[in-house]
């Protein structure tokens, strides 16, 4: 298992990934925030036998009160063929290693509030609570559902 920052030639794959985990999603607008992640050395990347498999995107919110210093986890996909393997806690596991390194010591997200939704598990596993919920959505989100909103302090 390789895990890197993502590069302008992953985005096929990238754009593949996302809208297979979340059909709902646009794929242009998709696109532009794939080049605006990129940009910004905000998506890691996963590949196993040179296969990609799935990545995490963040966002940085260093300066931004009130949750300064912090990462946004804002979205984690994994290829169908390759969930149940534990990629994406390597994912998590290796934001926890970048927010050691760059001495970030929280990381915040956000996941659908809906009664079977698989990543709360593996969210509390990995030692996040909840510290939010958020039951308004915007009209024109892709998201049919409210979020539920989840800390950890990085140490």
């Known amino acids: 298992m390789k895990l890197r920052f993502a590069k ?3 985005k096929k794959n990238y754009l593949k990934v996302q809208l297979e ?17 990129v940009k910004n050395k905000e998506i890691f990347v ?3 036998d040179n296969k990609y498999t799935g990545h995490l995107c963040f966002g940085h919110h ?27 806690t390597e994912l998590k596991k ?4 970048y927010c ?6 929280m990381i915040y997200l ?3 509030d809906y009664k079977r939704n698989k990543a709360v598990k593996l969210y509390k596993k990995l030692g996040y609570k909840q510290i939010g919920k958020l039951s308004e959505i915007n009209p024109k ?12 302090v990085v140490r």
């Open 110 to 112: 956000a996941t659908g």
């Open 141 to 152: 989100s892709e998201y049919k559902y409210g979020q539920v909103f989840y800390g950890k």
């Open 62 to 88: 260093l300066l931004d009160p009130p949750f300064a210093p912090s990462i946004f986890l804002e979205e984690l996909a994994v290829k169908k063929e390759f969930r149940g393997r534990g990629i994406a």
């Open 94 to 97: 290796y934001m926890e290693f």
């Open 21 to 37: 985990a979340f059909p709902n999603l646009q794929a242009k607008k998709q696109s532009k925030y794939f080049d605006i992640k």
């Open 46 to 48: 996963v590949k196993i």
């Open 8 to 10: 302008p030639l992953d």
């Open 100 to 105: 050691k390194k760059k001495n970030i010591p």
